[in-house]
């Protein structure tokens, strides 16, 4: 069984979505592992983030990161990172496919950083790394 950290950014959590996300992952058929709700320090977004340091949004990103409680959630499934990226749709909110998290519920709203609602690691290399950054 493979596993993997989803977030609820900080835009899902103000706007009440947990909640509807929390449900479509449940509603696939994987499992909450764990969850803990908090605001991500600017240390634990670099590490996390590592990859886009230098790119003109890394700084809005982290910025918007910091700007309020993430859910973040330990979810296990056969297949579940591939999984859980299919039910988030692809990073732009107002290209994603409709049924999707972000093509559903997310917009472009102008801003430097893309508000998609949600995180999901990419690979298990990155879903091992960043468990263990968010769960310890
Ligand atoms: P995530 O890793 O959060 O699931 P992703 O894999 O779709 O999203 P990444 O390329 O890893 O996207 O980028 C991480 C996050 O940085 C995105 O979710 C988005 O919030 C922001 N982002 C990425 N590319 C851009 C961009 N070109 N302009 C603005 N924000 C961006």
Redesign the pocket.
């Known amino acids: 069984i493979e596993e993997t950290l989803v977030l609820v950014k900080p835009d899902g959590v103000k706007r009440q979505l947990t909640g509807e996300i929390l449900s479509r992952i449940e509603r696939k058929g994987y499992e909450i592992v764990d969850i803990r709700k908090f605001t991500p320090e600017r240390e634990l977004l670099a590490a996390h983030y590592a990859e886009?340091e230098g790119k003109p949004?890394y700084e809005p990103?982290v910025e918007f990161m910091m700007s309020g409680d993430v859910v973040a959630v330990r979810v296990a499934g056969d297949r579940v990172i591939e999984g859980f990226r299919s039910l988030?749709g692809?990073?732009d909110p107002t290209t994603a496919a409709p049924g999707t998290i972000r093509g559903d519920l997310g917009r472009d709203w102008g801003l430097?950083?893309?508000q998609?609602l949600?995180?999901?690691s990419?690979s298990v290399e990155s879903a091992q790394r960043e468990l263990g950054l968010w769960f310890g």
Request: charged content about 15%; cysteine-free.
């Open positions: 886009h949004f990103l988030a692809t990073t430097k950083v893309q998609n949600v995180h999901g990419d």
